[in-house]
């Protein structure tokens, strides 16, 4: 009976379309804000005949205005030229589980794997350039013990230098959320964070961004905050917000923000004031099941992966 539930949780952690809906109503009432002026658009890529896309995980876009597209599907990795057209495939059982995808500044792709426990990064022809983490194996990170192991890791950043910085922690009922920074090269520097409400602790840290300052935005997801960091790991202050602060992308002056179950994009301000919002749960066009991670393309369009629905979200300016 053991054995059988195991493998029964196993078989459901690893389904694409998984993910931790809260069973707390409080972490599903969405952000108040006056309605942001971007449509959904129907149809945002062409894929060829007889091909699928598996549930949308993360979305990037490269410095040519392609689009890649992380997925839980046959073809994990796909890239689209600037107007939607199927381009290639790449990583073909290479994963698990995919959940953050991240291009470095030499166009590199690093891809987070939460049901592996690994950091891969691979070169733009799809080659592995270096792999953190023990594939399979979850637990710290101690190089005096020579542990190294992810829990889930979620998504990256890169600091000007090139370092690297991993936040972890999927599942809010364990693990251990924190942030481990590296350096370009994969050597382990340190880290910070472990389960809490107060400051520097996570829930779940769920998503990172760096800001033109050069601090860390960190997504704890059902602590429904933002927590500042300069990159040492010092805390620097929170914002708090209504929903399930997911994933987050600078754009000049504003931020745009996903807000997982609660089903909405939201636009900020670099104080971190809520400007506007749009969407809401459902299958409608314009609708979610979970606004998961997010892009803006050099046009200025907006496109969010959905784990849920399943889907490719792509919003335009009206």
């Known amino acids: 009976m053991i054995k059988a539930a195991f493998a029964f949780a196993t078989l459901v952690a690893c389904t694409p379309g998984f993910s931790q809906r809260p ?15 971007y449509v959904a658009v129907a149809n945002p890529v062409s894929l060829p005949p007889g091909m699928t896309m598996g ?12 689009l890649w597209v992380l997925n839980r599907g046959a073809q994990p990795l796909m890239e689209f030229d600037e107007n939607g057209k199927f381009l290639r495939s790449l990583g073909q059982g290479m994963f698990t589980r995919t959940h953050g995808l991240r291009l470095d500044k030499d166009a590199n792709i690093w891809i987070t794997d939460v049901g592996a426990h690994i950091v891969v990064k691979l070169n733009p022809q799809g080659e592995t350039l270096l792999t953190l983490g023990t594939k399979g194996q979850s637990g710290e990170w101690n190089e005096a013990t020579e542990s190294r192991h992810f829990t889930e890791p979620n998504d990256i950043a890169f600091g000007r230098n090139g370092d690297v910085f991993v936040v972890q922690g999927h599942t809010p009922q364990g693990g251990d959320p924190r942030v481990l920074k590296f350096d370009k090269d994969g050597k382990f520097l340190k880290s910070w964070g472990g389960k809490g409400t107060e400051p520097g602790k996570f829930a779940v840290a769920h998503g990172i961004a760096i800001d033109p300052d050069g601090q860390l935005w960190v997504a704890d997801r059902e602590n429904q905050r933002i927590q500042i960091f300069d990159q040492d790991g010092k805390f620097v202050r929170e914002l708090k917000y209504a929903g399930l602060p997911c994933g987050l992308q600078f754009v000049d002056s504003n931020i745009f923000m996903v807000n997982g179950f609660t089903g909405q994009l939201l636009k900020l301000d670099r104080s971190g004031t809520v400007l506007a919002a749009t969407g809401k749960p459902g299958k409608e066009l314009g609708e979610f099941g979970e606004a998961h991670f997010l892009a803006v393309s050099p046009k200025g369009e907006i496109f969010i992966a959905d784990t ?6 792509k919003f335009v300016k009206k």
């Open 308 to 313: 849920v629905k399943p889907a490719l979200h």
């Open 55 to 66: 549930a949308p995980a993360s979305v990037a876009f490269d410095a040519k205005g392609h």
């Open 23 to 37: 069973s707390n109503p409080a972490l599903l009432i969405p952000q108040s804000a006056p309605e942001l002026d």
